[in-house]
């Protein structure tokens, strides 16, 4: 008897979205299993932040289909609510709320008994290195700080899928390094699947098990980073990953 296949994560299938008669996505397919997490890259303008806004649910396409654990959550008729997804957001811009600590922060979205919560969240501080922070208020906390909260509270529900638009590009430079590998190192302990949407081709060869390269609303290339990098699939390409520091 063979086994049953685990569906990916995530799955898209021929997404495709129009603005004033203007394909932004265009045929975007791809899977993403447990654990892994895959990067949009391209440059600014390519339709990175209209198919992770199609895959929370807060917009919706025009064509194409979205599975979240084998399960359809989206066509062009049936639509399940952004909140009902079980997906995870995390935006360039933290958004934490500033009348609330950090440890209420990170216990905003969380179910359960205050027990459980208050277990969640401290075990959530501790990876994120933040406890003697836990009744601190967001004003107090550095900028990279903030990003752990931030990250903290993402992860906080336990979301399958968790979707990053550039999420590190608030940051002064010369900490994103050290917060892009603290980051990866707890996404892959939580076994989160991740779709983390960036311009930087560094960031995507740092952080990413698979690179999805788009230009013009359409991916061009796809594979692990060293393949991209080692066999990029035209001059543009090339030219893009040249300028990696
Ligand atoms: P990226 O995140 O890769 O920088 P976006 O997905 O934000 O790109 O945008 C892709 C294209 O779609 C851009 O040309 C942008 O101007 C356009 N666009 C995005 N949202 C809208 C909208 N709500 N109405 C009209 N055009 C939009
Ligand atoms: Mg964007």
New binding site residues.
């Given amino acids: 008897m063979s086994a049953t296949p685990i569906p990916p994560r995530l799955e898209v299938q021929s997404l495709r ?1 129009v ?2 008669g ?1 394909p ?2 265009e045929d975007v397919s791809f899977a993403i299993p447990a654990g892994q997490v895959t990067c949009l890259l ?12 199609m895959i929370a649910g807060v ?1 919706m396409q025009d064509e194409g289909r979205i599975f979240v654990d084998g399960k359809l959550i989206c066509d062009t008729v049936f639509r399940v609510p952004p909140e009902r997804r079980a997906i995870g957001l995390m935006f360039q811009d933290f958004a934490l709320f500033p009348h609330l600590t950090v440890a209420e922060n990170v216990a905003f979205g969380l179910k359960g008994s205050a027990s459980e919560k208050r277990a969640r969240v401290g075990e959530l501080l501790g990876k994120v290195r933040l406890q003697r922070h836990a009744n601190s208020y967001p004003h107090a906390l550095s900028g990279g700080e903030q990003q752990r909260v931030a990250l903290a509270r993402a992860l906080a529900p336990r979301p399958g899928i968790l979707l990053m ?2 999420p590190f590009s608030g940051l002064d430079e010369r900490l994103r390094d050290d917060i892009r590998d603290d980051t990866l190192a707890l996404l892959k302990d939580e076994g989160t699947a991740v779709l983390l ?1 960036t ?1 930087e081709p560094h960031e995507a060869m740092r952080m990413a098990d698979e690179i999805l390269l ?1 230009r013009a ?1 359409q991916i061009v290339q796809r594979g692990a980073p060293y393949n991209l990098y080692n066999a990029p699939v035209d001059r543009a390409a090339a030219a893009f990953f040249s300028d990696i520091n």
């Fill in positions: 979205r603005f004033d203007q932004v996505v391209g440059p600014s303008g390519c339709g990175k932040s209209t198919t992770l806004r917009d638009d550039e949407v311009h788009m609303g």
